[in-house]
């Protein structure tokens, strides 16, 4: 199956029906939602978690979407054979001229594209870098290796910190996290995870879980929930209205 990004749209009635529903219980105590692209200002390492059910290539295309209408150079690193589609990207609105796709053989895994993303953005030329370490973790060749600390279930009220296989520590994201200030850009990185398990690390300043539901024929609620936002009051990200592509009923 192959996932893609659901185009942004506008229809009356629609629109005011997902606004009602993302009204705080209390709202003396909490802001009023905010789009999730304001929430991810530049400056700061943005991490898109979820399940294969989520909607993280969906939020992370809006982010690049908004980036070029900021007048950034994009880039996206993605093991090869990864899930980008440009079809569907420049149906969503992307300048696919104005984004640049790398692509890291799968031996070189999480690590290798963090790194090509230190790479690039020592340059200073990009505004909005993807890093998509989503992937899952490849089979085990032996039944009877141990299982994987981040295939492991999580006991009941309990979160767990991990890392995607081959990165190891903070000191990955302090790098990018300190680019992404010296240089004002967004970094943004797919991962994994759900909910119950904490963000990648503290260099983490934003941390969404996009959730979709459907609406009608062809229609989709796309539902941030901000998991962490460091140094902001709690926020509400507002639920959006995206089309999936022609031919998704």
Same mark, same amino acid.
């Given at each position: 199956m192959t996932v893609v990004a659901l185009r942004g749209v506008e229809e009356e009635g629609v629109v005011d029906e997902l606004s009602e529903g993302t009204a705080p219980a209390d709202t003396e105590s909490a802001a009023s939602p905010a789009s999730f692209v304001t929430l991810a200002a530049p400056g700061k390492l943005i991490e898109v978690s979820g399940g294969a059910a989520g909607a993280r290539l969906t939020t992370a295309v809006a982010l690049v979407?908004?980036?070029q209408l900021e007048g950034e150079t994009t880039v996206w690193i993605q093991p090869v054979g990864g899930p980008l589609f440009p079809?569907?990207?420049?149906d969503s609105g992307v300048d696919l001229d104005?984004?640049?796709v790398v692509h890291i053989p799968e031996d =070189?895994?999480?690590?290798?594209? #963090?790194?090509a993303a230190e790479l690039l953005l020592r340059s200073g030329g990009y505004g909005l870098c993807v890093l998509d370490l989503s992937a899952p973790p490849p089979a085990r060749a032996d039944a009877s290796d141990k299982i994987p600390a981040t295939d492991r279930p999580v006991p009941e009220g309990m979160s767990v910190r991990t890392c995607p296989r081959g990165l190891h520590g903070s000191a990955w994201q302090?790098?990018?996290?300190?680019?992404?200030?010296?240089h004002g850009?967004?970094?943004?990185l797919l991962t994994r995870g759900s909910a119950r398990r904490d963000s990648l690390g503290p260099m983490v300043?934003?941390?969404?879980?996009? =959730?979709?539901?459907?609406?009608? #024929?062809g229609l989709f609620a796309l539902r941030p929930d901000v998991l962490k936002h460091k140094g902001a009051a709690p926020r509400l990200a507002a639920s959006e209205l995206r089309r999936g592509p022609w031919g998704l009923a």
């Open positions: 979407r908004q980036a079809p569907d990207l420049a104005s984004l640049i =070189r895994g999480a690590a290798g594209i #963090a790194r302090a790098r990018l996290a300190g680019l992404a200030r010296a850009c967004r970094v943004v300043g934003l941390r969404l879980q996009p =959730r979709r539901e459907r609406r009608g #024929a």
